[in-house]
């Protein structure tokens, strides 16, 4: 059973910057590719981002393309999420997610492991 901790979370202003970081306890997730996902209040689960096994794919959903990066320390558990210039519309329960596939997916059904998510709030 892989075991995700997400980090980073908090409140900040609109246009500000945030870094999550995600780490799972087995080792075993390093082959396999990583996600974002979150979930604003009332609404559904949303892809974000997703990184490959070895960091050389990395999708990412349109509203966050250009201000949001992903990135894995090759051969590692650990995935980070930078966020940048964050508008009240990023305001949500972020998840990361550990795939069972090695090339990065934006289908909740890919990921098999999830954390309990980390809250970010972005004031307007």
């Known amino acids: 059973q892989v075991q995700l901790t997400e980090s980073g979370g908090g409140l900040v202003q609109a246009g500000e910057s945030l870094r999550l970081s995600c780490s799972a306890s087995k080792r075993t997730s390093s082959n396999n590719a990583m996600a974002w996902f979150r979930q604003a209040s009332g609404k559904e689960r949303e892809f974000v981002a997703a990184?490959?096994?070895?960091?050389?794919?990395?999708v990412f959903a349109d509203s966050v393309k250009g201000r949001f990066t992903i990135a894995r320390n090759y051969g590692s558990s650990t995935m980070y999420l930078q966020m940048n210039n964050l508008t009240s519309e990023d305001t949500a329960i972020y998840y990361c997610?550990?795939?069972?596939?090695?090339?990065?997916?934006?289908?909740?059904?890919?990921?098999?492991?999830w954390g309990q998510g980390t809250q970010v709030t972005v004031s307007s």
């Open positions: 990184i490959s096994w070895n960091g050389g794919n990395q």
């Open positions: 997610a550990v795939s069972r596939k090695s090339l990065a997916s934006r289908g909740t059904e890919d990921y098999p492991y």
